[in-house]
């Protein structure tokens, strides 16, 4: 059940217009990533962090890693122009075999039962996403024209972790870099290998800290949690 995760962080936040990296923003007066690596902190389960940072913000994580007692990064690596190429820096940077997750620093309110429950699927399977399913109705559409309905019921919206066997990720980006293919998450570099990817239902809280109306929701769900006592800093 061990298994060590790989975290981008080096993104810019240009969505968030925040004018600086989005996971410094505070919520409820401790930062993003903060929340985002405590839920590893905390689990005995996870072996190991390693974090893909932008250069720039360096000193600046390694201070906040000491002020709130995160001991679990192993390693450092620098992030690349796109999110894929940061999350190779972390693959490449994974000693040992075994089962590794890779999760967004932007995605605060993951849940330490669905990290096991992807964990036990990597396990078994190689490769697993969590995902909740489509609530709206997706189009396609061109020039603002729809061109298409898509069928709502095999719809998921894919989240992270993605929890997969390292050798799995590992070749996944190795082919991805031969061939100049850049997907938006993990899972579709391993779907073209190709090799099964399964998904593990998650929660619809499991938000992405994205456009500024995501800090709002961000904090309702930060209170309903302290409400619910799970959460003491
Ligand atoms: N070159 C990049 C781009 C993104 N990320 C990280 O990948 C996660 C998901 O990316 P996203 O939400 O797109 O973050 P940003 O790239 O910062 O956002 P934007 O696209 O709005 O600039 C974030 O934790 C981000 O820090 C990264 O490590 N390296
Ligand atoms: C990996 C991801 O979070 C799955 O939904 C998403 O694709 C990341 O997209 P971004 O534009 O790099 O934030």
Not at 40 to 57: K, Q, R, Y
Not at 191 to 205: A, C, F, N, S, T
Request: aromatic share 6%.
């Amino acid at each position: 059940m061990a298994y060590q995760v790989v975290i981008p962080a080096a993104g810019q936040g240009k969505r968030m217009g925040a004018g600086r990296n989005k996971l410094f923003l505070p919520l409820d007066g401790i930062p993003v990533l903060i929340h985002t690596l405590k839920v590893f902190e905390e689990d005995g389960e996870c072996s190991g962090i390693i974090l893909a940072i932008h250069p720039d913000d360096e000193q600046a994580f390694k201070q906040l890693l000491m002020q709130y007692g995160i001991q679990k990064v192993t390693s450092f690596v620098y992030g690349g122009k796109e999110r894929q190429d940061s999350v190779y820096g972390g693959v490449k940077a994974l000693a040992v075999d075994g089962t590794v997750l890779v999760h967004d620093g932007a995605r605060p309110f993951i849940k330490q039962q669905t990290i096991h429950e992807l964990v036990k699927a990597a396990e078994k399977d190689g490769a697993a996403i969590a995902a909740v399913p489509v609530k709206d109705t997706i189009k396609k559409a061109e020039d603002l024209q729809v061109t298409e309905t898509i069928e709502r019921s095999s719809l998921w919206a894919v989240q992270t972790p993605q929890a997969f066997r390292i050798s799995v990720l590992r070749k996944a980006h190795e082919e991805a870099a031969k061939n100049d293919f850049v997907g938006t998450d993990d899972a579709s570099l391993v779907e073209r290998l190709p090799h099964k990817v399964v998904i593990i239902e998650g929660d619809y809280d499991n938000i992405k800290l994205t456009t500024p109306e995501d800090v709002y929701f961000a904090e309702a769900i930060l209170r309903k949690r302290q409400n619910q006592g799970r959460l003491s800093f």
